[in-house]
């Protein structure tokens, strides 16, 4: 792939990665609090089991680890389809936990992501851009093409220039409009994933000692 077209991969990656579920009241992640029939040495238990299962070494991604709270730093694969090519993102996150009797909060952050196709990723494309909105075709064009004009002017092109490229590539031969479906096709990929990871912690949490029994 050419540098003009990672670019561009860069650019979409910025209009596609921040689109998912509830966001927290910071507008950089995702929470839910969730109530479970508990105590609040029970709940910390079966997280720091799920933790052990999910991730290689524990040790290694535990950075707090106390009664009420609990703060991990991982990464988790997602896989993007951009035209023709598909890159597999390590987005980087901030996972915590708060606890309580009968309760527990789930915060996920994502902090940067990198691509061994693009290459590291600035971390304010997911604070600037986290979103819970389905944008029209209309909305998300003119979103994406301010975010390509960005990418695009902070890698030394004229503006005219960088307007040449988004014109290249945001619109095929055809006339379809490639990057807003490259938008909707990814968002259903990047919304399972950060689900995923809640109803894992969920499941885990709720699921029954007696589901172990042997």
Known sequence: MTGKKLLFAIALLISIAGYAQELNKANDG????VEVDLTKQEIHQKINEWIVVNYKSAKDVIQLNTEDKIIIKGNFSVN??????VFTYRIHNALS???????????LVPNSASSDGVGDVDSSIFKQHLSSVNYTKDEFLKYSTDASMDVYLNAG????KAQKMIDKYMVNKNGKDDAYKTYTDNKVVW???????????KDYVAKSDSDDDW
């Not at 995702?30 to 609090?33: K, P």
């Not at 993007?80 to 090519?85: A, N, R, T, V």
């Open 30 to 33: 995702y929470s839910e609090v």
């Open 80 to 85: 993007f389809s951009i035209k023709k090519y």
């Open 97 to 107: 936990f708060s606890i309580r009797d009968k309760k527990f909060k789930i915060d």
């Open 157 to 160: 092109y004229s503006e005219k």
């Open 191 to 201: 919304d399972y994933r950060i689900a995923l990871t809640f109803t894992s912690i």
